[in-house]
C-alpha cells in the first residue's frame, strides 16, 4: 500500500508536474486518511467504499475542521481514486455522489493604498538586511507573485535594463514589470547588498537570509510579520495578502481581467474574477455607507 502511495506521489510531480506545495497537501490527505481506515476501519485504501469515505468525512467535520479542509480532503481523495482507476488499481472510485458544505467563503483581506505604503515604508535601509527587506517587500507588491515564487527567484530571473522579472513553473512562465520603486530598492540589493551577504559567491537565489542561503517560505513570513507590527496594521496581514492587493488595486485602476490573469500565473479566469466580486463588494459597501438613501 505504500508502494501504491509513492507510486502516486510520483505521478503527480513526474506526470502532473504539480507544485511541491499541491503534491505535499495532496498527500497529507491521503495518508491520513489511510491512516485513519488502518486504525477505524482495518482496511486499507484500496478496499475502501463510499460509505468510509462518507464516514471519514464526517470525523473530519466532527474534529472541528473547516469546511474548506474537509473540501479539499474530498478532491484530494477524488484525484487519488480517479489515478487509481486510470492506472488499472481499482475498476471504480469509491469517491461518487459525495458532497460536502464548504461553509461561507470568506473573501481575502486586503490592504488599502494608505496601509501599503506604511508597510513599504518600514524596512530601515542603514544596513543590508534593511535594503533586503526592502526590496523583497517592493517585489511583492509591484508583482503579485507568490511567497513560493518570490523566494525561487534567482538572480538570473532579473532583468534591471528591461525593469521586469520573470517567473517561471513547470508549465509555463511569466514576465511581470516592476515600477520605478520598486526596480530601484532591488537595484540597490543586486549591485550593492546581495554579494555580502552570501555564504558562498555561486549561491544563485535572488533572496538569501542571514545566514546566506535562498530565503524560505517560513523566514519571509517573519519578516512581513515582523513590519506589520511596526507599521501598526491592525489586519492579520500574509504573504497572500501583498499579492491580493496587488490585484484589486490593479482592478480598481481600470486593469482589464485578461491582462490580470497573466500577470497573477492563473490558468483559469475564474480564479481572477474573485477580485473583481471583491472591488464590487467595496463599492457597495461605500455606497451603503455614503448614499443618504441607503
Known sequence: MLDLIQAYENYLSKVKQ????????????????AQWLSHSEEID??????????????HLQQDGRSGATVSRTL????NFYGYMVSSGFLERSPVVDIHVDRGEKKLPQILTGREIELLLAQPVCVDAKGYRDKAMLEVMYATGIRVTELIELDLDDVNLELGIIKCSTARKS???????????????????????????????????????????RQGFWKILKHYQTT????????PHTLRH??????????????????????????????????VNQK?????EKCHPKA
Open 245 to 278: 492587493s496587488f490585484a484589486v488595486h490593479l482592478l480598481e485602476n481600470g486593469a482589464d481581467l485578461g491582462s490580470l490573469q497573466e500577470l497573477m500565473g492563473h490558468s483559469d479566469i475564474s480564479s481572477t474574477q474573485l477580485y473583481t466580486h471583491m
Open 45 to 58: 485504501v484500496v478496499e475502501a467504499s463510499q460509505v468510509n469515505i462518507s464516514d471519514y468525512l464526517s
Open 18 to 33: 504539480a507544485s511541491s506545495n499541491t503534491i505535499a497537501s495532496y498527500m497529507r490527505d491521503i495518508r491520513q486518511f
Open 75 to 78: 478532491a484530494s481523495l477524488k
Open 174 to 216: 511569466r514576465a511581470i514589470p516592476l515600477y520605478p520603486a520598486a526596480l530601484k530598492a532591488l537595484s540597490v540589493y543586486i549591485n550593492d547588498i546581495r554579494s555580502s551577504m552570501l555564504a558562498d559567491p555561486t549561491e544563485t537565489a535572488l533572496f538569501v537570509n542571514v545566514g546566506g542561503v535562498r530565503m524560505s
Open 231 to 238: 507599521a501598526r496594521i491592525e489586519k492579520d496581514i500574509t
Open 283 to 287: 463599492l457597495k459597501s461605500v455606497y
